[in-house]
């Protein structure tokens, strides 16, 4: 038998997600919580296989309630249920734990499938959800804009940044003031920037001076 705490601020979702689940043979919803800090305390105390939780709630949203609760019982098993596919909200709750991420828009019988993937230990995600996980990892994957300047460009940049002008950097680095001028066009396109003061601001940024 699955137990399973249920946390939403909306009675009527609790009262209907319970009853549905609390039907199936080997389910049994054996608390309830109607905002993230009960939440937090009935399942560090009583432990279920599964909890459910809603992002937005009083007290305590249920990203900072799987925070707390993964703190203090990292083998905690957290399945978010949320009308919410924001990226500032998906990425924060898997990031502090959740195993899981369903939408209220999903069937009540593929949250129940959900449960029990999860408790057999099978994250599962709502596929806009992996949709914009994979966005991410190939955004972070994707090489730094500055990784694609050449060695002579980064002496170049980095002269710019301690406010060199084109002549003062051809005079350091015994090239032509037309071959700095290239340089310099090279690096601003490489970097996707307008002007100089952009690819200074660029270099700072990102830690390069």
Same mark, same amino acid.
């Given at each position: 038998?699955?137990?399973?705490?249920?946390?939403?601020?909306?009675?009527?979702?609790?009262?209907?997600?319970?009853?549905?689940?609390?039907? @199936?043979?080997?389910?049994?919803?054996?608390?309830?919580?109607?905002?993230?800090?009960?939440?937090?305390?009935?399942?560090?105390?009583?432990?279920?296989?599964?909890?459910?939780?809603?992002?937005?709630?009083? !007290?305590?949203?249920?990203?900072?309630?799987?925070?707390?609760?993964?703190?203090?019982?990292?083998?905690?098993?957290?399945?978010?249920?949320?009308?919410?596919?924001?990226?500032?909200?998906? /990425?924060?709750?898997? !990031?502090?734990?959740?195993?899981? /991420?369903?939408?209220? =828009?999903?069937?009540?019988?593929?949250?129940? %499938?959900?449960?029990?993937?999860? /408790?057999?230990?099978?994250?599962?995600?709502?596929?806009?959800?992996?949709?914009?996980?994979?966005?991410?990892?190939?955004?972070?994957?994707?090489?730094?804009?500055?990784? @694609?300047? =050449?060695? +002579?460009?980064?002496?170049?940049?980095? +002269?710019?940044?301690?406010?060199?002008? %084109?002549?003062?950097?051809?005079?350091?680095?015994?090239?032509?003031?037309?071959?700095?001028?290239?340089?310099?066009?090279?690096?601003?396109?490489?970097?996707?920037?307008?002007?100089?003061?952009?690819?200074?601001?660029?270099?700072? @940024? @990102?830690?390069?001076?």
């Amino acid at each position: 038998m699955i137990s399973i705490l249920f946390a939403d601020d909306h009675e009527m979702v609790r009262i209907g997600v319970a009853s549905y689940l609390s039907a @199936q043979a080997d389910m049994e919803v054996i608390a309830e919580a109607d905002d993230g800090a009960e939440a937090v305390e009935k399942a560090l105390q009583l432990k279920p296989d599964i909890i459910l939780l809603d992002l937005v709630m009083k !007290e305590m949203d249920g990203i900072e309630a799987t925070k707390h609760i993964m703190a203090k019982w990292p083998e905690a098993k957290i399945i978010i249920v949320t009308s919410f596919l924001d990226d500032e909200k998906v /990425y924060p709750a898997l !990031e502090a734990g959740a195993t899981s /991420y369903m939408l209220k =828009t999903s069937k009540a019988s593929e949250i129940a %499938n959900a449960i029990r993937k999860t /408790y057999g230990g099978e994250p599962v995600l709502e596929p806009e959800v992996t949709g914009k996980l994979m966005n991410q990892m190939r955004r972070q994957s994707s090489p730094m804009l500055h990784e @694609q300047l =050449t060695s +002579r460009e980064m002496e170049v940049l980095l +002269r710019m940044s301690e406010g060199k002008s %084109n002549q003062e950097i051809a005079d350091q680095l015994f090239i032509s003031l037309k071959t700095v001028k290239v340089h310099v066009s090279s690096i601003l396109a490489k970097l996707e920037v307008a002007d100089r003061t952009q690819a200074v601001i660029y270099a700072f @940024q @990102q830690g390069l001076v």
